[in-house]
């Protein structure tokens, strides 16, 4: 294993993606923050930032393929399923604690029954997010039927698992052809579900039930494993400036409004299934064919791609608390609402910071000095 180490980092690194994992991350936080005050999702401000989660999975299906691919010669499926343990586990428990802890704070007509819920039902929960299996309706202590009620954006990190365990045991030995068709079988169905839809959109996945986990697999299978065909047939050119021109398509895609409106829906589940299947891939294209010059621009995408995963999956616990206070003050004027949406995102900014220097980083240095000797 110490040996897979060293070789895993003479690999070049793609800097400008870790910078775009950041700003789509901050973006999440943002829509998160603006979707309470939204009356629907006609009308909500960054409008399609959820698809930033359908951009994580491509990214991710590409790192991992980039990564792992030419490695399973000298490497276990143990030793990988540790290291992506040692990279994903310790901020889902932290996660986990951090909703736990904040849990009462949402208290509110939004969530009326928060205060009778028993302090052991919050616990048992808590531990059982540890973990990432997944919570069936009936087990919700919130009432929003999320798998994960502590931390919402935990649903997506168990679909994450879910793919890693896909690629790890199988679809990693599939060549080039069965993964392309695999990948244009997907893309079809994402296309197909995503039109056909009553909501027009791709939004859920969250909720562990018949229709939640098809829009879930159904947003995991194209990204993902798209993006780890990605990594295989790409060849990187050389483009100038690729960090701000990959920034903007990836800002101007989640912020874009809703298309087609409520009689047109199916216009709306066109637009993110086309942006998932082209639009996406393109912006990772982009980025990874461009080099970052020493200096600013340099320590911003180190910056941005060390707190986009803490930032992530520590932010929402903060965005129950915020939504209840817009409950609790349904008269509160424009400007307080602006004041605490302010209040929140730097708040989720500091706490995944302060997550990164203090538990992350210090815990994943020890958890690889234990899995070094395995």
């Not at 603006?34 to 951009?55: K, W």
């Not at 028993?118 to 299996?133: E, K, N, R, S």
Request: proline letters at 5%; aromatic letters at 16%.
């Amino acid at each position: 294993m110490k040996n897979y180490n060293s070789i895993l980092k003479s690999k070049p690194h793609y800097p400008i993606l870790d910078g775009l994992r950041g700003i789509a991350a901050l973006i999440v936080v943002g829509f998160h923050i603006f979707e309470p005050n939204a009356t629907s999702s006609l009308d909500q401000f960054i409008n399609h930032g959820y698809l930033a989660v359908d951009f994580f999975f491509i990214l991710s299906g590409f790192v991992i393929g980039y990564a792992y691919d030419d490695r399973w010669d000298r490497m276990t499926l143990s030793g990988f399923f540790k290291r992506r343990l040692e990279r994903l586990q310790p901020m889902v428990v932290l996660g986990m604690i951090i909703g736990a802890c904040l849990f009462y704070f949402a208290d509110s007509p939004k969530w009326p029954m928060l205060h009778t819920v028993p302090l052991w039902a919050v616990v048992l929960t808590m531990f059982v997010g540890f973990t990432l299996i997944p919570l069936p309706p009936s087990l919700d202590i919130r009432g929003w039927q999320e798998m994960h009620p502590l931390n919402g954006p935990g649903w997506s990190l168990f679909y994450e698992y879910v793919a890693n365990i896909l690629y790890a045991v199988g679809i990693r030995k599939f060549s080039k052809k069965a993964l392309t068709a695999l990948v244009m079988v997907s893309g079809g169905y994402l296309v197909y579900y995503a039109v056909s839809s009553k909501s027009g959109d791709l939004m859920g996945g969250w909720t562990l039930n018949s229709e939640q986990l098809t829009i879930g697999f159904t947003r995991l299978m194209y990204p993902f494993f798209g993006g780890l065909l990605l990594s295989r047939m790409i060849v990187v050119s050389n483009i100038k400036r690729s960090f701000l021109i990959s920034s903007i398509l990836i800002a101007c895609v989640l912020f874009m409004p809703r298309i087609g409106g409520e009689d047109h829906r199916w216009m709306n589940g066109l637009y993110e299934s086309l942006t998932i299947i082209f639009i996406f891939p393109a912006i990772i294209y982009i980025a990874a064919s461009g080099t970052v010059s020493k200096g600013i621009e340099s320590s911003l995408c180190k910056f941005m791609g060390d707190i986009s995963y803490p930032v992530y999956i520590t932010h929402f616990p903060l965005i129950y608390v915020y939504s209840a206070w817009l409950s609790n003050h349904p008269q509160a004027d424009t400007g307080m609402k602006i004041i605490y949406g302010c209040l929140t995102f730097i708040g989720a900014l500091l706490i995944g910071y302060l997550s990164l220097k203090f538990y992350d980083e210090p815990i994943r240095k020890w958890l690889r000095k234990k899995l070094g000797n395995v």
